[in-house]
């Protein structure tokens, strides 16, 4: 299953952006999704988890109250809301997930998920 990333682009610091992850030609209804980031230089990062059978999402303390993740079931979709926007949050946004249930510990591992994106550009100007 491929999943498609899609509301990257370049804003200036303070706004807003909305990402949308949905799988490619697949109705295929995930468990765990979550949002990773890689900013230039650095290690790819999960920023925000969440569990669609409870709805419980988990953050990274850098987004904690400005990121919200969620995920539409009738749209098989997941969204990550970006608000107040801060020039360190540039970089390409990924889109991953996987099936079943895995302690909250390590929704937090890249090795945990099984379907990727390709990944979209968020630019934050000050």
């Known amino acids: 299953v491929q999943l498609v990333e899609s509301g990257g682009g370049s804003v200036q610091a303070g706004g807003s952006l909305r990402l949308s992850c949905t799988p490619s030609?697949?109705?295929?209804?995930?468990?765990?999704a979550g949002w990773f980031r890689q900013a230039p230089g650095k290690e790819r990062e999960a920023v925000a988890l969440?569990?669609?059978?409870?709805?419980?999402?988990n953050y990274g303390p850098s987004v904690q109250d400005r990121f919200t993740v969620s995920k539409d079931n009738a749209k098989n979709t997941v969204y990550l809301q970006m608000n107040s926007l801060k020039p360190e949050d540039t970089g390409v946004y990924f889109c991953a997930a996987r099936l079943g249930w895995v302690p909250l510990r390590e929704r937090w591992q890249e090795s945990t998920y099984k379907f990727w994106g390709l990944g979209t550009q968020v630019t934050v100007s000050s």
């Open positions: 030609g697949h109705d295929y209804n995930v468990n765990l």
């Open positions: 969440i569990y669609t059978g409870d709805g419980v999402a």
